[in-house]
């Protein structure tokens, strides 16, 4: 074991792989910045520049891209309201507010801190996971999946912001939307109108450009103000971001163990992870008032999440051959080019090269989280951009952003009919995180749910125990502020 | 070393210029080649294509080649996109049999796959039947005589097939979707399904692990690594052989020039019959099992004809 994990490492302490580990970072990074683009784009773009490689520098550059895409992502998601992909659709949620208070770099800051972290929390545990990943792995199943899905829509009740109807009226709204396509299980279209396009439903990246950073540039364009308007940029904000983490450890932690083991999980996906990470800081914070406007320990959960799920796919992908995201799914066909096989034969023969692939993926997130704090004080300056220059900046990216994700004229068609709808949303007082929550989860909720009774029957979501401990969890989040309510006694004067 | 420095101060020039390594040849090809993939990246089919891809390029004096990601609408999308390009050579595809195929028999889709450009088959998979050790059913026997099986899919247009063996087996199957085919394979070893039937090539992990295990190989003969394994020609359907077939063959929109058909065809096959392109797939479990051009035309052809006459069966999984 000591061996392999010296061997793991010595590629990396080279020149060349060290090197072949910055440039996987830098396209990593590139990617991940730009709307639309990311892990599977980078990884696919640099599999053939990979062939004169040896496997395990090959690993080191493709791994390191991977590695640098979540937190890349989340620059965008807090500056300009633009998740890069829907793992990071979360960080919108409360960083773009805290950008528009002119407190960017406190966001960016807690979101390097808790990206660099979180990647390190998914690779200690994906080394000590790797024996009893298989018993892991297996544990899950279509009731799981779609407790865990619940669970994500139940964000819906703790971010609603005004009129708890309107909200899930977007909700519902986001739902229906998500029926568009072909039906999960029985391949039936529904809603397609005979365009071949609408067979696979709303994409997430196209409808997430569009609700967002369309959305948003209309806004800017509108009001005539920058992002962070009246308010002055907080230089000492990126250091107080650095140590929000640390004040709120716990957040980060239980954002962490959520992250990993949604990636874990597959089939259950990245945007999960957030949504839940998410709900979990919101529900177990004594003071909720603030999520939504602008609370710190909203970004440094769902980014803690979003970067521990990288470690967490990795067990499937190692132990069973059967990638955990569509990243991974990628990477496994880079590796198999490789003439690495992963499963049980690469963790019996190769475990150097699983030992090099949690180092890179390590130092690469440092990386990038260094290169994030030491720029956030730049980067946290474009906020105060005039909105005439920056909205058809937002704009132009957006839609070229939506456009090279698949290469389809329908993405843009989809972001530029999101975006208005995510502005009139906004205006009328609806919102428009429900609407992208429902769309986003509602695929997999009927999926699972399909799925569990087909295979189990209703009892299956009752009788297994992690399915049951989800549904109690559930139940107990959803109720207890009305239990509270009920319960609780008016003190004398006290007005309830 | 030096190596490894030269390759990267390369590759960051590349990216950054859009460096397009031109042929030698002075008429074709004078641009970049784009590859059609109807899938996302990663997966079976997308790993094939870009283990070949630079061996064709070999072939056409290092053209570039950019594999291109179009999925989406059950491989439709991509393949229109194939199918409508203009035919001057520069834009060729990935094609998979039998999805595309049985959608063309089931008709309302707006290509013909007899009229597209054949440059050569790139492999063919035989399927096998495996069983979840944690189902209660032991055999085929168990499975003929149940009255519900719950078979573990992909997706309903991929695994027409695999639909149709089972009616000529006589099997009750209950299909349950998954994403895609590892999820359906996991659902097999966690024993919420009961039988799952991909490719050989998909299953040989959980196999050869013990995840699961195999009782029925779609071939004609026995497998070498199944020796054990019944076959269905044994089974007297040896019909269903070409039928629970996977395909994957590269092609371009009708009409190409037949002058740029011919430097295609030709570098397709000596890429596809390439010995070190052979020992690398093989290494990597993913053989090369080649065919030229007329081949594939002729094979395609059968593909169609095959499952023209179980098109009420596939109008009725596929509404």
Known sequence: ?496 | MKKIHCFLILCVFSLILGVNFSAADNNYPQKAITIIVPFSPGGGADTYIRMVVPYISKQLGNAAIVVKNIPGGDMITGLMKIYHAKPDGYTLGLFMTPGQAVRQVVGGVNYDLSKVTWLGRISSMDYVMALSPKSKFKTLQDLQQADKVILGVANISGAIGTLISCEKLKIKITPLSHRGSQEAILAAIRGDVDVVQFPITTMRTAIKAGDLNPILVFSKKRATEFQNVLTINELGHPELVDIVKIGYYLGGPPNITPSVVDILKKAVEKALTDKELHMMADKVNRPIIEANAQESNDEINEIINSYTPFKKILSNYLK
């Open chain 1, 1 to 496: 074991m000591l061996e392999a994990v010296i061997n793991g490492l010595l590629p990396l302490l080279t020149w060349s792989g060290f090197m072949l580990l910055l440039l996987g970072t830098l396209m990593g990074m590139l990617f991940g910045i730009l709307p639309g683009l990311g892990g599977p784009q980078v990884l696919a773009l640099l599999i053939p520049i990979t062939y004169g490689l040896d496997s395990q520098m090959a690993t080191i550059v493709l791994v390191a891209a991977m590695g640098a895409v979540p937190f890349s992502g989340s620059i965008t998601a807090i500056l300009i309201n633009t998740p890069g992909t829907g793992a990071s659709a979360a960080t919108t949620f409360d960083g773009f507010p805290l950008s528009q208070q002119g407190k960017a770099g406190l966001a960016l800051g807690a979101s390097a801190t808790a990206s660099a972290l979180g990647a390190i929390f998914g690779a200690i545990v994906l080394s000590f996971l790797i024996p009893i990943g298989r018993e892991v792995v297996m544990a899950f199943s279509y009731p799981e999946f779609f407790m865990m899905a619940i669970m994500g829509l139940s964000v819906i009740a703790v971010v609603s912001q005004g009129s708890p109807w309107k909200c899930l009226i977007s909700g519902g709204l986001g739902l229906l939307l998500s029926t568009i396509g072909s039906d999960p299980i029985t391949g039936a279209g529904r809603f397609t109108f005979g365009n071949f396009y609408l067979w696979d439903g709303i994409k997430p990246v196209p409808a997430l450009i569009g609700m967002f950073a369309i959305a948003e540039s209309v806004e800017l364009f509108i009001k005539k103000i920058s992002i962070a308007g009246q308010h002055e940029i907080q230089i000492s904000g990126v250091w107080d971001g650095v140590k929000s983490v640390f004040q709120h450890f716990g957040v980060f932690i239980r954002g962490s163990i959520v992250g990993t083991i949604i990636g874990i999980v597959p089939g259950v996906g990245g945007v999960v992870a957030n949504f839940l990470a998410y709900a979990q800081a919101v529900q177990t914070a004594k003071d909720k008032s603030k999520f939504g406007k602008g609370d710190i320990r909203g970004v440094i959960a769902a980014e803690a999440a979003n970067n521990a799920k990288d470690g967490g796919a990795l067990v499937p992908t190692v132990v069973f051959g059967i990638p955990g995201s569509l990243e991974m799914a990628v990477l496994l066909g880079a590796l198999i080019l490789h003439g690495l096989e992963p499963g049980p034969d690469l963790l019996i023969n190769r475990l150097d090269v699983i030992f090099t692939l949690i180092f890179t993926l390590v130092i690469a997130n440092l990386l990038v989280s260094s290169l994030g704090l030491a720029s956030a004080g730049y980067l946290a300056k474009l906020t105060k951009i005039p909105s005439s220059y920056i909205a058809p900046v937002i704009f132009c990216l957006s839609l070229i952003g939506a456009y090279s994700m698949n290469n389809l004229f329908g993405d843009v068609i989809v972001a530029l009919c999101f975006g208005f709808l995510g502005y009139f949303v906004k205006r009328l007082g609806y919102s428009r995180i429900a609407l992208i929550i429902a769309l986003l989860l509602g695929k997999i909720t009927q999926e699972s749910f399909h799925q569990t009774l087909v295979s189990m029957g209703v009892k299956g979501f009752f009788l297994r125990p992690i399915s049951l401990s989800l549904f109690i969890i559930i139940f107990i989040f959803l109720t207890l502020p009305y239990l509270r309510t009920f319960i609780k006694k008016p003190q004398k004067g006290e007005v309830v």
